[in-house]
């Protein structure tokens, strides 16, 4: 049994109802449509978004079929907007397989992307807490505009840490925290327990793009990203943040003016993750790492005793301690 069947266990059911659900929405006749969404499901995840609401869900009380259907509502909107990120950063693969794109081409995938955001809205509808609707539709609106601020960022080079965060809430902590604080809406819990979830969302929402970016640093197999790919978009992140943050002002000038310049050679790429590591770019953004996880196990610990609880928090070690 792996560690992520230990922590599904509490809601074992729920989580097989979920897959279930998420199979059936993602179902076309059309035979483009039929063969990447093929493609998608071999390349997929542990679905730890999907997960993470069910358990939150169950800590808060009991899990509803209202907490299954907005699971399979943001694990569709989270699949969008990997298949749409694959097209915008010209990834050619994704966990260790070919992406969308990649198979399908930038139509096709575009198109696909558009198809899935449909079937999640179709099922939006049928949701009937509106709240719950105009959270994710509020989620959908910032997570593009994250997108596009990353992208602004990458023509600046030179940015700060708070810049950094700022994309990595709308990005990926946004996603995160309306997994929790939906799971506390859907099992009845207390607006002020729905508020202690949602910021132990967004915490370890920035433990898993933090702990992401760290991968960026070195070759990894497993996830298919090979060293440098986010450097070679253009896109800064902690690790590099912190060395340019601490060098020397003539140490630092020449890394900036690759960045600058954008020279994304394999020679400057090779030099710019040595840069980072040597300047200690690495410990330091896995100490920052730690301190959300451990502000965010705190915050778990005032929910009661359950196993679901236990699972919570097991899932924030796994995030942060995953190899891929």
């Given at each position: ?17 979920f ?7 993602l ?5 483009s449509?039929?063969a ?9 995840g ?40 694959d097209v ?38 049928a ?28 023509a ?6 708070a810049d ?18 939906i ?14 979830c949602r ?22 197999a497993?996830t ?5 790919n986010?450097?070679r978009?253009?896109?800064v ?16 000038t ?18 710019l ?13 896995e100490?920052r ?11 778990i ?10 699972s ?13």
């Amino acid at each position: 049994m792996t560690e992520i069947d230990i922590i599904k266990q509490p809601v074992t059911e729920q989580f097989a109802e979920f897959e279930a659900a998420f199979e059936a929405a993602l179902s076309s006749e059309t035979p483009s449509i039929c063969a990447s969404i093929t493609s998608l499901h071999r390349s997929g995840g542990k679905h730890i978004r999907p997960l993470l609401l069910l358990l939150t869900a169950r800590a808060c009380g009991q899990v509803t079929p209202a907490a299954v259907q907005s699971a399979v509502l943001l694990e569709l909107l989270h699949t969008a907007s990997l298949v749409h990120d694959d097209v915008v950063d010209d990834t050619s693969r994704r966990r260790g397989t070919p992406s969308l794109n990649a198979l399908h081409g930038n139509a096709v995938a575009v198109l696909v992307g558009d198809f899935i955001l449909a079937s999640m809205m179709i099922r939006a509808i049928a949701t009937v807490d509106k709240q719950i609707v105009s959270m994710i539709a509020a989620l959908c609106r910032d997570m593009a505009e994250g997108e596009i601020r990353q992208l602004d960022n990458t023509a600046e080079a030179a940015l700060s840490e708070a810049d950094y965060l700022a994309v990595l809430e709308k990005k990926t902590a946004g996603l995160l925290s309306a997994c929790t604080e939906i799971g506390a809406i859907t099992a009845g819990a207390t607006h002020p327990t729905q508020l202690l979830c949602r910021s132990f969302g967004d915490l370890m929402g920035i433990c898993f793009q933090i702990k992401d970016d760290i991968f960026d640093y070195f070759d990894n197999a497993e996830t298919g990203k090979p060293s440098g790919n986010d450097l070679r978009e253009g896109k800064v992140t902690l690790p590099l943040l912190y060395a340019l943050s601490t060098a020397p002002d003539a140490e630092k000038t020449r890394y900036l003016s690759i960045l600058q310049n954008k020279q994304f050679t394999p020679d400057n790429t090779a030099a710019l993750i040595r840069f980072a590591k040597e300047r200690g770019g690495i410990e330091y953004a896995e100490r920052r790492m730690n301190e959300y996880k451990t502000r965010a196990t705190a915050l778990i610990d005032n929910l009661p005793a359950s196993d679901a609880k236990d699972s919570l928090l097991r899932l924030a070690e796994f995030i942060t301690a995953r190899r891929h």
